[in-house]
């Protein structure tokens, strides 16, 4: 079974510019969560979806978004990039929303530099 | 805020048994506990989890104690590949599939 892909593995964008990331999940899967993870913060918890719906978010400005397709793939956006947004992203696949004995699976991310 | 509390780092040497220890000192009754660990410029790798019974699996074991404040995760028999950040996180089942990850653990397993 594939496991969870992430395209593009690397990009370099300018400030100012937007950026849109994309998750296919474990094939199944229906859920996606994507994550921020930087060496000052950390790993941090961007959004989840479901069904293609939005069912969580974490505490980013709105220059960040997903969606999340009908054959459960999801795409993130972020516009106006920032320096401070460079980071790796990562998605994550599960069958459903946190339920019993449904660990998450990532990708190995998406590694976004902007200068 | 992570509701786990994790030492920065500890090493151990190949071959023994590697005890990663976690406080969870403030988990509420129906709060899994979740061992994911991430070696370098990868994601995150799913470990174990348990809610009060100890587990075992292929990968390690997980202990935990019966206030349910703190567990153990104990790798066997640890190998230079096992060198890696391991994060202990506490989550409801059934809510929602968000992780909040602390800093984690780095062990570091030595020749």
């Known amino acids: 079974k594939a496991g969870v892909t992430q395209t593009p593995r690397y990009l370099i964008k300018t400030r100012g510019q937007q950026v849109t990331l994309s998750c296919s999940p474990i094939s199944g899967h229906r859920s996606v969560s994507w994550y921020q993870q930087t060496p000052g913060q950390g790993l941090q918890f961007l959004f989840e979806y479901f069904s293609e719906t939005q069912r969580n978010k974490g505490n980013f400005p709105g220059r960040f978004s997903g969606r999340q397709f009908s054959n459960s793939r999801s795409e993130m956006n972020v516009s106006t990039l920032e320096l401070g947004d460079s980071a790796l992203y990562l998605c994550?696949?599960?069958?459903?929303?946190?339920?019993?004995?449904?660990?998450?699976?990532f990708g190995q991310g998406t590694r976004l530099t902007v200068v | 805020d992570a509701k786990t509390t994790q030492p920065t780092s500890m090493d151990c040497a190949e071959g023994r048994a590697a005890n990663l220890p976690c406080n969870h000192s403030t988990i509420s009754g129906n709060e899994y506990v979740y061992w994911y660990r991430q070696i370098h410029s990868q994601g995150p790798q799913y470990i174990i989890h348990?809610?009060?019974n100890n587990e075992t699996n292929e990968m390690a074991s997980l202990i935990i104690t019966e206030d349910r404040k703190s567990s153990t995760l104990i790798l066997p028999h640890a190998t230079l590949r096992d060198t890696a950040v391991y994060y202990c996180i506490v989550r409801v089942n059934g809510a929602n599939s968000k992780l909040t990850f602390g800093k984690g653990i780095t062990l570091s397993v030595r020749p």
């Open positions: 994550a696949s599960s069958p459903f929303p946190g339920t019993e004995n449904t660990e998450a699976f």
């Open positions: 348990g809610l009060k």
